[in-house]
């Protein structure tokens, strides 16, 4: 029910910095967990992290931990993504999920994905 749009994607060099955002249609968002996953060329949709409904607990997948970080705004309906020293690794299409409860790196317990954005990481 609610809609989901990513955006901030784009092309830079290894050791530069990207923010993506994921905007919800409502503020029906601040029910939900939000997950952030990617899908790299040739490989299977990966977890990176999840920010739970308030806020108040992040998870990231130990190949972004350090580097990347989620935050989110209730009041505006949002959540980011900030990557910090990307990799060209990190290329990928990402996406951002809702949950019903917490936080999971199982990317079958969400639903509400986005059109997703793509990151590309050149060396």
């Known amino acids: 029910q609610v809609q989901l749009v990513e955006s901030g994607g784009g092309l830079v060099q290894a050791g530069d910095s990207l923010r993506l955002s994921c905007a919800a249609s409502?503020?029906?968002?601040?029910?939900?967990?939000v997950g952030w996953f990617r899908r790299a060329p040739g490989k299977d949709r990966e977890f990176v992290g999840a920010?739970?409904?308030?806020?108040?607990?992040?998870y990231y997948a130990d190949s972004v931990k350090g580097r990347f970080s989620i935050s989110r705004d209730n009041a505006k309906n949002t959540v980011d993504l900030q990557m910090n020293n990307l990799k060209p690794e990190d290329t990928g299409a990402y996406y951002c999920?809702?949950?019903?409860?917490?936080?999971?790196?199982?990317?079958?317990?969400?639903?509400?994905w986005g059109q997703g954005t793509q990151v590309t990481v050149s060396s």
């Open positions: 999920a809702l949950r019903s409860g917490g936080p999971d790196p199982d990317p079958s317990k969400y639903g509400n």
């Open positions: 409502d503020r029906a968002f601040s029910d939900y967990a």
């Open positions: 920010i739970t409904r308030n806020g108040r607990y992040t």
